[in-house]
């Protein structure tokens, strides 16, 4: 089965730069997503195609991808930005959709 | 703004059954693959089973394939997902999510959970 490797926890000051990382053998060819999901709350889509904000996202939240590693960036976190974040993507051939373990942002 | 509301969760034991529903509202239903996302307590997201808009086309995780149907009703814009033998392992809140390969919008959950 495919796998999404993330790092369990991110921890940063407020205004510093967060970056998660999400590694996977397809990411060459597939796009990552990510979400961001706030304790006691349902999943919300922050990033789709690997780059591309939703309506609605704060501009601080940036994403790139490269070869097999695609990374989550929030640029001046703040402390609303605590939360669990998972990357999604697929295996080359779409038969496995799959998120990775998820990464706890801590903000103080 | 799209709205997923989910229902039918509940306690049940092992080896029964359940029925999810999802009802849709604030945007053309018909149009959208639809899927279902669970997540174990404490745990991660786990992609669970997506539909095609008119349902000819169905995916499921292996986990529960055999065991688990999604289904829709494009004219009531709902989403269903009847789960079989449940097992243990399949304690979660379970997620409407609107999209096949990737969801934009996500309902507030309903948890299952299965025990004896």
């Known amino acids: 089965s495919y796998e999404l490797t993330q790092p369990p926890s991110v921890s940063v000051s407020p205004g510093q730069t967060a970056r998660i990382t999400c590694s996977g053998d397809?990411?060459?060819?597939?796009?990552a997503y990510w979400y961001q999901q706030k304790s006691g709350q349902a999943p919300v889509l922050v990033i789709y195609e690997d780059t591309k904000r939703p309506s609605g996202i704060p501009e601080r939240f940036s994403a790139s991808s490269s070869g097999t590693m695609a990374t989550l960036t929030i640029s001046g976190a703040q402390v609303e930005d605590e939360a669990d974040y998972y990357c999604y993507s697929t295996d080359s051939s779409d038969n496995h959709r799959v998120f990775g373990g998820g990464t706890k942002l801590t903000v103080l | 703004e799209v709205q997923l509301v989910e229902s039918g969760g509940g306690l049940v034991q092992p080896g029964g059954s359940l029925r999810l529903s999802c009802a849709a509202s604030r945007f053309t239903f018909s149009n959208f693959w639809m899927s279902w996302v669970r997540q174990a307590p404490g745990k991660g997201l786990e992609w669970v089973a997506n539909?095609?808009?008119?349902?000819?086309?169905?995916n499921y995780v292996d986990s529960v394939k055999g065991r688990f149907t999604i289904s829709r009703d494009n004219a009531e814009a709902s989403l269903y997902l009847q789960m079989n033998s449940l097992r243990a392992e399949d304690t979660a809140v379970y997620y409407c999510?609107?999209?096949?390969?990737?969801?934009?919008?996500w309902g507030q959950g309903t948890l299952v959970t299965v025990s004896s």
């Open positions: 999510v609107r999209g096949g390969n990737w969801g934009d919008y």
């Open positions: 397809a990411l060459p060819k597939k796009y």
């Open positions: 539909i095609k808009q008119d349902g000819s086309e169905k």
